[in-house]
């Protein structure tokens, strides 16, 4: 089972808009935190934005003012809404969750399998 399932990749336009969205599967105790990463070709992977589950958030420089990132506790999901899409902010997108399974077990980092988008005219 995929711990996390992403949806809303795919080609857009220089200046153009995308929704993310994941998903948390399985039963979780609690989700701390929620994020985003990309790793484009030839390239490391890297963060790109984080959410508590109070909703404070966190962004890298390259986004800041273009993507927000959003979250809803009771589906255990993480949205990432970008606009203003660079020909540079093509990659693999992942999402991320750390959180505990059950009440006193382990803190998991767990992975989505990722959602490529491609930024192009």
């Known amino acids: 089972q995929v711990p996390l399932v992403e949806n809303g990749g795919g080609l857009v336009q220089p200046g153009g808009s995308l929704r993310l969205s994941c998903t948390a599967s399985?039963?979780?105790?609690?989700?701390?935190?929620m994020g985003w990463y990309r790793q484009a070709a030839g390239k490391e992977r890297e963060m790109v934005a984080s959410i508590t589950s109070d909703g404070s958030t966190n962004y890298a420089d390259f986004v800041k003012g273009r993507f927000t990132a959003t979250r809803d506790n009771a589906k255990n999901a993480v949205y990432l809404q970008m606009h203003s899409l660079k020909p540079e902010d093509t990659a693999v997108y992942y999402c991320?969750?750390?959180?505990?399974?059950?009440?006193?077990?382990?803190?998991?980092?767990?992975w989505g399998q990722g959602t490529l988008i491609h930024v192009s005219s």
């Open positions: 991320n969750a750390n959180g505990r399974r059950t009440w006193g077990g382990s803190y998991v980092d767990v």
């Open positions: 399985g039963i979780w105790f609690s989700i701390n935190v």
